[in-house]
């Protein structure tokens, strides 16, 4: 199971930190991903990182405002987003992939930016 939080309302220019908590002993087998879906639109990758955080990759339309981490002793997966702006509103969803081929979704988090 996966949980995200830490979405909210906030300001052009500001910043939000997403998690998303895992369940389960296996957390450190499966890479990580952070996708959003705003309204009206696709859902669409946003960043992604290795199983043991060392291989990070990003969106153009987030790379440089955007660090994906994770910590495997806390099951947890990280987005920190900073110099948010208004297109960057949407529903985030982290999912979780297992080299055998599963992938698990949350049920999202809402991010909305003001301008």
């Known amino acids: 199971q996966l949980v995200e939080s830490g979405g909210g309302l906030v300001q052009a220019g500001g910043s939000l930190r997403l998690s998303c908590a895992a369940s389960g002993s296996t957390f450190s087998m499966y890479s990580m991903g952070w996708f959003r879906q705003a309204p009206g639109k696709e859902r669409e990758f946003v960043a992604h990182?290795?199983?043991?955080?060392?291989?990070?990759s990003y969106a153009d339309s987030v790379k440089g405002r955007v660090t994906i981490s994770r910590d495997n002793a806390k099951n947890t997966v990280y987005l920190q987003m900073n110099s948010l702006k208004p297109e960057d509103t949407a529903v985030y969803y982290c999912?979780?992939?297992?080299?055998?081929?599963?992938?698990?979704w949350g049920q999202g988090t809402q991010v909305t930016v003001s301008s």
């Open positions: 999912n979780a992939n297992h080299p055998l081929g599963s992938i698990y």
């Open positions: 990182i290795g199983q043991n955080g060392g291989s990070t």
